[in-house]
């Protein structure tokens, strides 16, 4: 393990980011796997270490790398093997096979602020925001937030697990039910693993249907995200229109694959569906729609006094902290860092319809809004673009 964490440690302090840190029990012994991935050369390096026996221990990466954070938690949750020196150790999900069964939700030993008028709220077991399995923890005084500590894994489905074991059946199914926001996006990402492994060439048109279909994932849960944001500081108009609007994207998508979350659209090889003039003109209209009541419900919002006081400096995540902590996607883009994997590794249409990567710098709770609103309408003309 020392001379591959001295590797990996030479790798990212040269500019690559950790992708996946994880595990596998090969008879007695756990292998971990680290993909490693450098945004500027549109490249990944993969590679394997064998950590030894559960209870054995390994020098943690955590200390110097706080990305390595939470994959370093689930890698000693699953299979026993310890991060030496890692500063905070707990489990993370609380799979079915876990390797100490002992370790649970009742005894998850949260962090806890003491003082008066300290208090704790919880939240969970579901939760409404994201309708996933979810256990959040806030200690508040106030409305002064001090902490929040999220457990994502409450309820542990097991999907590795059955795709695994799902011999001889369609595993797109169990793809397509990994996250219920998210469909196209996990179909599509197990979709294009198995044409990979198979070397198979999907058809332009195929490419372009799938990227308009998650282009308008991308513009339903940007919307919803922005109704949610309404709720959440009381902003009821918001709230409202936006959760309307949100309505007319995945109708859309009902109407193309019968599915408004896209469950049937994608399968290994390309598409089930096809755009055809109708179609494409239904979306349009709808994408005409759409845009016209976003901008004029978000430029209100983002105008609104009583809204930007409880958005603007609000959940600071300044770019060095974003950059320690690994933030990813939407939430790297808020804070500053250009991390959109359309751009620095793209796949099917987006090598050849290139996205623009837009950023926010304040890195609150107004950039991570408003940048919403920005790629909504970056989303709109992008799908304009292919139709």
């Not at 790398?65 to 299979?79: A, K, T, V």
């Not at 489990?91 to 100490?100: A, D, I, L, M």
């Not at 005409?288 to 959940?315: C, H, I, Y």
Request: proline share 4%; hydrophobic share 45%.
């Amino acid at each position: 393990m020392d001379i591959a964490r001295e590797e990996i440690i030479a790798q990212i302090k040269r500019g690559m980011r950790p992708v996946f840190f994880f595990g596998n029990k090969d008879k007695d012994t756990v292998r971990a796997y680290i993909v490693l991935a450098d945004d500027d050369q549109s490249q990944v390096m993969v590679s394997s270490v064998d950590l030894g026996i559960p209870g054995q221990e390994y020098p943690s990466l955590t200390a110097d790398f706080p990305q390595m954070c939470m994959f370093e938690r689930e890698l000693y949750e699953d299979y026993g093997v310890i991060p030496a020196g890692h500063p905070w150790l707990k489990p993370v999900r609380f799979s079915f096979n876990r390797f100490n069964p002992l370790m649970s939700m009742g005894n998850y030993p949260f962090f806890s602020v003491e003082g008066e008028g300290v208090h704790e709220v919880a939240v969970g077991p579901v939760h409404a925001g994201i309708i996933e399995p979810g256990h959040f923890r806030f200690m508040c005084h106030a409305e002064d937030v001090f902490h929040l500590e999220i457990q994502l894994g409450y309820q542990h489905r097991g999907i590795e697990q059955l795709v695994a074991l799902h011999h001889g059946k369609p595993k797109i199914h169990l793809a397509e039910s990994i996250a219920g926001d998210t469909v196209i996006g996990h179909s599509l990402a197990y979709s294009q693993v198995i044409e990979s492994c198979a070397d198979a060439d999907i058809s332009r048109r195929s490419d372009s249907i799938r990227a308009v279909a998650l282009e308008m994932e991308r513009i339903a849960m940007h919307i919803g995200d922005l109704s949610a944001l309404s709720g959440d500081v009381a902003y009821l108009l918001g709230n409202a229109v936006f959760g309307a609007i949100r309505t007319q994207v995945i109708n859309t998508t009902l109407a193309l694959c019968g599915s408004r979350f896209g469950r049937g659209l994608i399968r290994e090889g390309g598409v089930v569906y096809d755009i055809d003039a109708s179609m494409r003109a239904g979306i349009m209209h709808v994408l005409d729609n759409v845009e016209e009541r976003a901008v004029l419900m978000a430029e209100k919002m983002f105008s609104t006094p009583s809204v930007l006081a409880r958005f603007e400096q609000a959940g600071v995540v300044d770019k060095e902290t974003a950059r320690l902590i690994g933030l990813v996607g939407m939430a790297a883009r808020a804070s500053g860092i250009p991390r959109d994997a359309r751009t620095t590794h793209p796949s099917g249409a987006y090598r050849f319809y290139p996205i623009h990567t837009i950023v926010m710098e304040s890195g609150d709770v107004f950039a991570r809004g408003y940048l919403r609103y920005a790629e909504i309408r970056q989303s709109i003309k992008f799908i304009r673009d292919l139709l």
